[in-house]
């Protein structure tokens, strides 16, 4: 997970890049899709591969949908606000995916974790707050876009939580998002298409291959680690994103983004351990 979180921030850091170049969004996401169906392609090729052939077509597209408005929201949010407070907002997956727990899924909680989840949220509002130079509610439109993202981002997590307990492998999760985000961004990049220059076409291709790295990393850290271990790990992209900012966008991140990212991490540490010890205890009842 360590891993897959350092592969993120770069991919992210990339992404950045592409976009300050002024090359079109759209032409950016078509790119990933494409790049990581071309990178996969020589696993799902061999022998002992899993095929592309599945059952739970409409769960992968939904993954794959979901995906897609998470992957498009935080990157146009990176053309307004700091990577890093791009990467800190986006770390709200796990308090959104409590949300639609109880909301969506009918889930019975305590106090304890609801409670969590407002300390994590007002993490949140101290970023979303020290961006406020313009928009809505005298909100930056990009800490709107980024928590949107991080929504987003929480409905890829239910997704792919089913689909692996269905047993789906994840090479065949992450090439289908890369065939339902090629068929989403190809008409919009066909009309906005400008030939990607060489460098823009280099961060392109490295963006890709850190996405799909570190997608692969996260599938496997998740079948060898409880996610209260994993979650608090994913924090580490913020320092990451903090430093890649000033050394290259010259961002100065400031007190905010330390003490918003501080009660988003506390947060999700103890929802996830209470979930994982929630999980524990039902199995021994069971047995």
């Known amino acids: 997970m360590l891993l897959a979180t350092s592969l ?3 991919m992210t850091a990339c992404n950045k890049a592409v976009l300050a170049s002024g090359l079109p969004l759209p032409i950016l996401m078509l790119s990933r899709a494409l790049l990581t169906m071309l990178l996969l ?9 899993p095929s592309l052939a599945t059952r739970r077509v409409w769960l992968h597209l939904g ?38 727990a109880v909301a969506v899924l009918g889930e019975t909680v305590g106090w304890r974790r609801p409670l969590a989840a407002a300390i994590g949220f007002a993490g949140v509002m101290v970023i979303m707050f020290a961006e406020r130079r313009a928009g809505a509610l005298g909100l930056n439109p990009g800490a709107l876009l980024a928590v949107a993202a991080s929504f987003c981002g929480a409905c890829v997590l239910a997704f792919v939580r089913t689909l692996a307990s269905l ?24 009309w906005w298409w400008r ?24 599938s496997l850290a998740a079948r060898r680690a409880e996610a209260s271990l994993l979650a608090p790990v994913e924090f580490v992209a913020v320092p990451m994103g903090a430093l890649i900012g000033w050394a290259v966008f010259a961002e100065r991140p400031g007190w905010p983004l330390a003490v918003g990212a501080a009660l988003m991490a506390v947060s999700v540490a103890y929802i996830t351990r209470r ?9 021994r009842r069971r047995r």
């Open 63 to 100: 993954r794959g949908l979901a995906g897609v408005m998470a992957m498009g929201l935080s990157i146009a949010a990176l053309t307004l606000i700091p990577l890093a407070d791009v990467i800190a907002l986006g770390q709200a997956r796990p308090l959104w995916l409590l949300v639609i």
């Open 41 to 49: 392609a020589p696993w799902l090729i061999g022998k002992r591969a």
């Open 8 to 10: 993120f921030a770069g």
């Open 167 to 190: 047993g789906e492998p994840p090479i065949r999760v992450v090439f289908w998002y890369g065939i339902v985000g090629f068929a989403a961004w190809l008409p919009p990049s066909l």
């Open 195 to 218: 030939t990607p220059t060489p460098i823009e076409a280099g961060l392109l291709v490295a963006a890709a291959g850190f996405a799909t790295l570190g997608d692969l990393c996260a």
């Open 275 to 283: 979930e994982a010890h929630l999980r524990r205890t039902g199995e």
